[in-house]
């Protein structure tokens, strides 16, 4: 089957996922939506690290031990900052601050995030399509136990220690799905959606609350697959479980499918999540782990395969 | 003697002057007034090379070897630029980054160079004040046979490669000094003022071109002192002999006192130049190259040695 392949995708768990899907079809035929709820301001500079980790995991740039940033990075810079007693709490790497400096100069001078994005992937020679959901600022903040918190002070700064009460994604009302993302959703020639096991709460729901996406999915002619972000019932990675069980939701595979029910034409679950009860439509099973690289492809075959038989 | 020196000074060489006499006197009575018309903004930071370069010399951490920048510098923020397509014709170190990204910032925040280079002095532990001429912006701008070019553009960009026909310090008319410079110039128990052996015309200039620092020298009660740049009646370094080839300039100790006339009362000129005709002004004499510590001391010395005499 040929077609596009339409993926809303956070940061490093989506990475993988689109990263294995690149070696499963055509990379030319991929757009990755990529959450933009966690870009903020630092030290001046503008960060957009979901997007950032799509195009160092792509690129073959990222640090696969440290699981974030880029290999072979330094730090001077944080070393020198801290020196002059600013802000070390999150840390810019030497060469990912390159990034962030042109970024910032370039929304300055009037280009958006997409335009920024396009430039940076068609320098790294990248052939995957990476769209920010929005190019208007929408920012991922956190009602906890400690404060109101901004999405990167509880992540990064407060280690996702904070008890979470509720979410807000602030601007998502007024913001515009960026160029080109209804149009690849619902172009007659996407041949799947699939959702990255991302978290649901933090990643993909900043995604689907910008106006016009969530129905775009739901009017999808091509199937909407998720990949489950758990596996035997708890988080791979990051704050999934541990958010959930503070918001009061079960950590499940019928909670995933429940959460994105409107939308969603069909699920892949861990074969570790068999044995509990299914949720109510299309659902595949899977080693859903993406350690290595087979890894990764053979999830994005398994889900691809899933929106194919839905799809008929 | 004790009392305050206060240093009028562009960047490297005027640096050497600065660290030698920390090593002469006590470091907590020296003031440099520093040179701002090299600053300018790059890929949308805030750069001040002349007051960066102080800052490394006098805390231990300016590259000898290479004559600019920290010691020990990584390049990976320059590599990552470079391939993502910035610019890359001004180098920025990923340790000097930090002083840009966060004077940047504290620029934004309406901040003063003159604060932020006192905070970063102070977070570093330096005795020695450092003032910007003024915190109002001035820009050295070079009319040449390339056209009219920015000093970075010129210097760094083009090596010094193209014929310069005039200076211009864009801003100047309107800037104020700094605060604390006017003060500190005119202070009775100022002890000495050295104009250091920066370029006259390029780094010096931009500085008595501020309304009222030529005033406040002429006035001053301390004997105001040049070191000369020449050293054989060539310039140690930079652009120095060029650039007066090209303004129709002689290149001897005469011309320098001439420059400086109006606001002079004695000049250390290199012993090598002892031939050459005297200016008609109180003269000392040493080998005023300073290539080690030894020499830098030995020149701030000889310096204020005639400082003193003159003072009588």
Known sequence: MSGRVVVLTGGVGGAKLVLGLSHAIDPDSITAIVNTGDDFSHVGLRVCPDIDTLLYTLSGKSDEVRGWGRA?????????????????????????????????????????????????????????????????????????????????????????????????????????????????????????????????????????????????????????????????????KGPTKKLMDELGIEATPQTIATHYEAVLDGILLDERDQGSAAPALRCAYADTLMKTLDDRIRVARAALALADEIAG
């Open 72 to 236: 072979g990075e330094t730090w001077n810079f944080m070393e020198a900052l801290k020196s002059i007693g600013g802000e070390d709490w999150f840390l810019l790497g030497d060469g990912d601050l390159a990034l962030h400096v042109e970024r910032t100069q370039r929304l300055a001078r009037g280009q958006s995030v997409s335009e920024i994005t396009a430039a940076y992937a068609r320098a790294w020679g990248l052939a995957q399509e990476i769209l920010p959901m929005s190019d208007d600022p929408v920012a991922t903040w956190l009602e906890t136990d400690e404060g109101r918190l901004e999405f990167q002070r509880y992540f990064v700064g407060r280690r996702c220690a904070p008890v979470v009460n509720a979410i807000e994604f602030v601007g998502a009302a007024q913001a515009r799905p960026a160029e080109g993302v209804l149009e690849r959703i619902g172009a007659s020639d996407t041949r799947a959606i699939l959702i990255a096991p991302s978290n649901p709460y933090l990643s993909v729901d900043p995604i689907l609350a910008v106006p016009g996406i969530r129905d775009a999915l739901r009017n999808a002619k091509a199937p909407v697959v998720a990949v489950s972000p758990l596996v035997g019932g708890q988080a791979v």
